[in-house]
T-cell receptor
């Protein structure tokens, strides 16, 4: 089957850097996506990694290691508005699901 | 370009009733997927529609159904509601059914079953 693991909660200080890890198990892997969801809001697409390495988009970067079945989301210069839940999601040809989501990491930013 | 819209945003029903939720995808997007989000189970895939045809279905009972219209708008229906159906129902649209197409989510419909 498929499974994804990410920490349930992370707390970080405003202005600092935080890394949210995601490990996955699947077959027919295409890539790993990250979504941000504020309380009461919709998941918002942040990034997609299909190849090994780091993808940078402004303050957010995402990394993938296909050989280790591992990825992470790196948030720099943290702002209070970054407090949200972050989901990693596997894209694969396994089963019927287009996207299989992890259980999400609730990130809390403190002043 | 307008995003994905869902109506209604909030809904309260009682057990045994049925409900229909609506989703309008981003203009030009032809694939619509539905997800159920609950605190305990997270985001779970319900089904995907493309060109008015159901392409994939998740592990949900037959009480959950959907359809897609020629303009790509989609509806999902839940019959004989149960308390456990209380959830945020999200739809997501993408250009096609390609697995690598980014999915863009709507704001969701919050369904409460009493």
């Amino acid at each position: 089957g498929q499974s994804l693991e990410q920490p349930s909660e992370v707390t970080a200080v405003e202005g600092a850097i935080v890394q949210i890890n995601c490990t996955y198990q699947t077959s027919g892997f295409y890539g790993l996506s990250w979504y941000q969801q504020h309380d009461g809001g919709a998941p918002t697409f942040l990034s997609y990694n299909a190849l090994d390495g780091l993808e940078e988009t402004g303050r957010f970067s995402s990394f993938l290691s296909r050989s280790d079945s591992y990825g992470y989301l790196l948030l720099q210069e943290l702002q209070m508005k970054d407090s949200a839940s972050y989901f990693c999601a596997v894209i694969s040809n396994f089963g019927n699901e287009k996207l299989t989501f992890g259980t999400g990491t609730r990130l809390t930013i403190i002043p | 370009k307008a995003g994905v819209t869902q109506t209604p945003r909030y809904l309260i029903k009682t057990r045994g009733q049925q409900v229909t939720l609506s989703c309008s995808p981003i203009s030009g997007h032809r694939s619509v997927s539905w997800y159920q989000q609950t605190p305990g189970q997270g985001l779970q895939f319900l089904f995907e529609y493309f060109s008015e045809t159901q392409r994939n279905k998740g592990n949900f009972p037959g009480r959950f159904s959907g359809r897609q219209f020629s303009n790509s708008r989609s509806e999902m229906n839940v019959s004989t509601l149960e308390l456990g159906d209380s959830a945020l129902y999200l739809c997501a649209s993408s250009l096609s059914t390609a697995s690598t197409d980014t999915q863009y989510f709507g704001p969701g419909t919050r369904l409460t079953v009493l």
